[in-house]
């Protein structure tokens, strides 16, 4: 898989719902935009194709969808180990889900049949998380892992890997021809969101929770557009003038 999919931040949509809400549509959707993740296809962009050819999909379905994506492509390298890299990516989702306490035995058997579950038990129950190499253990490939130790020493090298394999923050850039953040910000919580202003950018606002930004009226106006604050400040500190 990729590594550039594990921490791209997934489409706005409502906050995840239960694992125990995960339906057939959901599971389904899952391991057909994984198998194209893992054909090559970055997982934001095979997220947002399906989405705009599956709009009768809600936010909770949305979620659902995203979260099972995003939380195998996050711990990849171990469940790569513990299923095996020529194993089925529905044998990887099935791992992931007992592994991160999503589903138990019985919902996910609902989901996918009891041979599926049962294997993936047993493989969970025979491995050692011990044999893990500290480049899997944190979803790094080893190369990447050494390079890092070489630059930075070990505790940052953790620090670094545990931040990119959280889940990246809901960042908003507010377009600054039109409105001002203190307008932009009064018009989500109007919308019932509660904005915060980044640390750092002048110019963005971060959500507490995903949300269906494509209801609200300042997001349909162009008041606000999601960019994470590190590509809104990369934009500050180049000074990029019109045209450029």
Not at 110 to 119: C, I, K, Q
Not at 166 to 193: C, I
Request: net charge neutral; proline share 5%.
């Amino acid at each position: 898989m990729s590594r550039r999919t594990v921490n791209d931040c997934p489409p706005a949509t409502a906050q995840p719902a239960a694992g125990a809400r995960i339906r057939p549509a959901h599971w389904q959707a899952a391991v057909t935009l994984l198998d194209r993740v893992r054909d090559g296809q970055a997982a934001d962009a095979a997220l947002g194709h399906w989405f705009r050819e599956h709009r009768q999909m809600g936010g909770r379905d949305r979620g659902n969808v995203t979260t099972l994506i995003y939380g195998v492509l996050r711990d990849a390298m171990r469940l790569q180990r513990i299923a095996g890299a020529q194993a089925s990516t529905e044998d990887w989702l099935s791992v992931h889900a007992l592994s991160a306490g999503l589903l138990d035995r019985d919902a996910l058997r609902a989901l996918t049949g009891a041979a599926v579950v049962d294997a993936a038990a047993a493989r969970l129950a025979a491995f050692d998380d011990d044999a893990l190499t500290d480049a899997e253990r944190h979803n790094v490939p080893a190369e990447i892992w050494s390079r890092w130790q070489a630059q930075y020493g070990d505790a940052e090298t953790r620090a670094l890997a545990d931040a990119l394999n959280r889940e990246a923050p809901v960042d908003l850039r507010v377009n600054l021809l039109k409105t001002s953040r203190a307008r932009a910000a009064a018009a989500l919580r109007d919308a019932g969101l509660a904005p915060m202003e980044t640390p750092w950018s002048p110019w963005g606002l971060r959500l507490p929770r995903r949300a269906a930004l494509q209801n609200t009226a300042v997001y349909r106006d162009g008041w606000v557009e999601p960019q994470d604050e590190g590509s809104q400040l990369l934009a500050m500190l180049v000074d990029a003038r019109p045209g450029e």
